[in-house]
Nanobody
């Protein structure tokens, strides 16, 4: 089994920045897993934000966050990051980290289907 724990959320003024972290643990976790970030705003469904392949060589972003968000990973630390810059009020949501044992890379990571493990989420609130 795999456990994922997100951290780094908080209350930030519009235009500010945050760095979210996702720490992975468990005897079955592997650096071969594809990893992703999703978010869910109040009253809305969970949507794709960003994903990264097993090596960190390829990244994938939703159009709404492209050029402001950066996903990265440090496999030696079993940690995935999401750097968020130029925050907007519409970025307010609970942000979830996810791991895919079955898919190590590619555009399939833009969907929820490949992910078998999810974190508890971390709240990001952006004030105007």
């Amino acid at each position: 089994q795999v456990q994922l724990v997100e951290s780094g959320g908080g209350l930030v003024q519009a235009g500010g920045s945050l760095r979210l972290s996702c720490a992975a643990s468990g005897r079955t976790f592997s650096s071969y897993y594809g990893m992703g970030w999703f978010r869910q705003a109040p009253g809305k469904s969970r949507e794709f934000v960003a994903a990264i392949d097993r090596s960190g060589d390829s990244t994938y972003y939703a159009d709404s966050v492209k050029d402001r968000f950066t996903i990265s990973r440090d496999n030696a630390k079993n940690t995935v990051y999401l750097q968020i810059n130029s925050l907007k009020p519409e970025d307010t949501a609970v942000y979830y980290c996810a791991a895919s044992p079955r898919v190590s890379g590619g555009n399939y990571l833009r969907t929820r289907a490949p992910y078998d493990y999810w974190g508890q989420g971390t709240q990001v609130t952006v004030s105007s």
